[in-house]
């Protein structure tokens, strides 16, 4: 059995917390529906243990545990705060986390109906969180570049989605060829979320409450980040996030709009990969990344 096949169960997870962090072993034990790179488990009321699972390196968690505990005490919404660290061993060759559990329901299985209060909820966030970064911290990969290094991605999911579900593929293009038009951030590298769509922020009495899974986190342009304005927000609130925010100019506008038509365009074919019944997919993904990119394609 390869690495990628270990089976996670709640016995497994136990067994690991009993070997490494005993004193947690008898808290209750419950697998949290989602997740890709990682698989989740609640761990009684207020953690969660976070198991490496198809992300192929630690890097993301180890990522998450250098950074958040200097992040969160600054954030104005919860985040998940690493508290103990699991190592691999023989009974499970990957790492793993236990984290605070940030409450609330993912975004993608709920909806947000405060779209006003969201827009200011999620502005105030992002300015607390895009400030200058240090320079140890660390840097984009796949996710950071100017629209124009990331045509080859647009261009895969574009092309893999059915056209009749795209729609008006010639202004999901337009949308795309502004953004690689737009000037290049030139301010400090800020830090940045960097993926911030449906299943990664949870809500709360209609409004957002709480972002989750930072393993992206890097410092770079704010632009990616800022495409949460129509990924994230009902329609009609980006313009009401865009003044909350108050530092987004026409460059960063038109580069976060291209990036969230590439978001949108990733939401839809995870959905239609879990419609095809294709492993990995996401089949409530779909619909989220339809209703974004209508509203990527509106402008609002």
């Known amino acids: 059995m390869t690495d990628t096949e270990i089976e996670i169960t709640a016995d497994l997870v136990r067994d690991l917390l009993q070997e490494q962090h005993p004193d947690l072993a008898g808290l209750a034990i419950r697998e949290v529906a989602g997740g890709w790179g990682n698989h989740m488990w609640r761990l009684g009321d207020e953690l969660a243990v976070r198991m490496q699972?198809?992300?192929?390196?630690?890097e993301l968690q180890l990522k998450e545990r250098r950074w958040l505990p200097v992040l969160a005490p600054r954030l104005p919404l919860p985040v998940p705060t690493p508290v103990r660290f699991g190592e691999p061993s023989e009974r499970f060759p990957k790492h793993w986390t236990v984290m605070t559990w940030?409450?609330?329901?993912?975004?993608?299985?709920?909806?947000?109906?405060?779209?006003?209060?969201?827009?200011?909820?999620?502005?105030g966030f992002l300015r607390a969180l895009h400030v200058e970064a240090p320079a140890e911290a660390p840097a984009g990969s796949d996710f950071g570049a100017h629209p124009k290094r990331c045509t080859g991605g647009f261009e895969q999911f574009l092309q893999a989605i059915d056209p009749d579900a795209v729609g008006d593929v010639p202004a999901v293009r337009a949308v795309w060829a502004d953004a690689v038009a737009a000037p290049e951030w030139e301010g400090p590298s800020v830090w940045v979320h960097g993926d911030l769509h449906p299943a990664n922020v949870v809500v709360s009495d209609g409004t957002l409450s709480g972002v989750?899974?930072?393993?992206?986190?890097?410092?770079?342009?704010?632009?990616?980040?800022?495409?949460?304005?129509?990924?994230?927000?009902?329609?009609?609130?980006?313009?009401?996030?865009?003044?909350?925010?108050?530092?987004a100019d026409e460059a960063?506008?038109?580069?976060?709009?291209?990036?969230a038509a590439m978001k949108s365009l990733f939401l839809m074919l995870m959905g239609q990969n879990g419609d095809r019944g294709i492993p990995g997919g996401k089949p409530n993904w779909g619909p989220a990344g339809r209703a974004a990119l209508d509203r990527v394609l509106k402008g609002v």
């Open 252 to 259: 960063a506008i038109r580069r976060a709009r291209g990036l």
């Open 212 to 247: 989750i899974d930072f393993g992206a986190l890097f410092a770079g342009d704010p632009a990616w980040d800022l495409g949460a304005a129509w990924v994230l927000l009902p329609a009609g609130a980006a313009a009401r996030f865009f003044d909350a925010y108050g530092h």
């Open 102 to 123: 940030v409450p609330g329901e993912p975004l993608d299985h709920g909806s947000i109906s405060r779209g006003a209060h969201a827009a200011d909820i999620l502005a």
């Open 53 to 58: 699972r198809m992300d192929p390196t630690p």
